[in-house]
């Protein structure tokens, strides 16, 4: 009976040292979110309309890593940055800064959304829908 006990002993102590990684997995997630200021409800065909947004960061972790994407369920428009480079739907963008601008201009007469998605490289999403109507 001795014998069995410290068979097994010796093997939860095994088990237990194998087991064992020795590195830590250290993960820094950095809580953030985003604000975007009002937009008009109304739009007029070729009119463009500026949607502001601000990134509030928990911490300023220098490894974390901000991107926005966009797609359009409804209406035809354009999303431009604020250097006038025309964004694609569903194509990444990264964030240069915590204060960022996107402008959008309606070409259609039919209502429009589109949805904007910033995301971080820790996995958090912030989601933004913007319905215009045409005037």
């Keep these: 009976m001795k014998k069995k006990i410290s068979m ?7 088990l237990l040292f194998v087991g064992c990684d020795q590195k830590l997995d250290i993960q820094e997630v950095s809580d953030f979110s985003i ?3 009002p937009v008009p409800k109304m739009i007029r065909v070729h009119e463009t309309v500026e949607i ?7 911490d300023m972790s220098k490894d974390a890593k901000y991107r926005f994407d966009y ?5 035809k428009g354009i999303l ?9 739907p ?7 800064s915590d204060t960022f ?16 998605s910033v ?17």
Excluded: W
């Design 119 to 135: 995301h971080d490289n820790f996995n958090q999403v912030h989601k933004f829908s913007f319905n215009f109507y045409a005037e």
């Design 71 to 75: 797609f359009q369920p409804e209406g």
């Design 8 to 14: 097994s002993l010796v093997t939860a102590m095994l």
């Design 52 to 58: 502001r947004f601000q990134l509030n960061r928990t």
């Design 35 to 37: 604000s975007a200021m």
């Design 80 to 88: 431009q940055n604020a250097k006038g480079v025309m964004m694609i």
């Design 101 to 116: 601008r996107l402008y959008y201009s309606s070409m259609c007469l039919d209502q429009q959304v589109i949805d904007i």
């Design 90 to 96: 569903n194509e990444s963008y990264a964030l240069e």
